[in-house]
């Protein structure tokens, strides 16, 4: 029997040879790897013999004690999953490392990151929604927080997952090093429950004509938002411009003849929310 540092190098070679994101990786074949790696670590559903799309019937996890590095190795964001994190990145989402520690001399499978939001009291709805899509990564519920700023002090939400590998290399995708970017294949991995979630999160609606929307981007540059705007407009058939704002730049989105409210209503099932765009 192999010992265990030539069955880490197996699976790494095998991860690395397949695909980097672990898209396809064949989970049967890593459990054979270890002897005494328990199979029922999570429980199998004996019950439900229903057909179910993939990504849709994850397990709640909550005070479950942490998964074991091997079961880390094996979690992936599956589509639905990843439109709701795109859309939250792009906005209020953050990803951040568990360790600084010899990240330039170890592969992006070794380092583990987590997925946190923060939000105030006032979207304490919009929290615990996006905890129950979240749950299956996620081994404690979203916590209060104290944030002080400028002689103030504000009470916030703050919803953390867990650390794996799985959000490092979205972490690569959305980052450069700490600087929050616009990746380049974003037309591809942006939905229409994506933007519900960006509009969710900074979006306010216009109080001039009643009929518009603006996104409020301020972490990225002028470039990255003219690219937005641009995947919004061909990929969507939205009418989108630039609108300067005290000494920065949002994205106005104008809802005359749009159909922006109708392809993204199922997706904006907060009733705060509905409230706050007249829906």
Known sequence: MNSFSKNIKLIRNYIYNNTLYMNTLNNKNILK????????????NNMTTDMVVYGTNLSYINNLSNYSNNIKYMINIPNNIMSIIV???????????????????????EIYSRFKLKTSMDNIEYMIYIYMLLSHYCVSMPK??????????????????????????????????RIKIVPNDLYDL????????MIMNSGSYSNKNKRGIYLNLYSFTTK????????????????????????????????NKSKLYSN??????INSMRNKFKM
């Open 33 to 44: 790897l270890y002897s005494k790696f328990n199979m029922n670590y999570i429980k199998s």
């Open 144 to 177: 209060l927080k104290i944030n002080r700023m400028r002689g103030k002090t504000y009470k916030v939400l703050e919803l953390n997952t867990m650390a794996l590998p799985c959000f490092t290399m979205l972490r690569k995708h959305f980052y450069n090093k």
């Open 264 to 269: 993204i209503n199922k997706y904006i099932i």
């Open 190 to 197: 942006l939905t229409y429950e994506s933007l519900a979630h």
């Open 87 to 109: 859309g939250i990145l792009l906005t209020n989402g953050h990803i951040e490392y568990k360790s600084k520690k010899n990240l330039d001399i170890k592969q992006d499978w």
């Open 224 to 255: 990255e938002l003219i690219t937005i705007m641009n995947i919004l407009n061909i990929k969507f058939n939205l009418d989108v411009t630039l609108h300067k704002s005290m000494n920065k730049y949002t994205i106005y989105i104008n809802l």
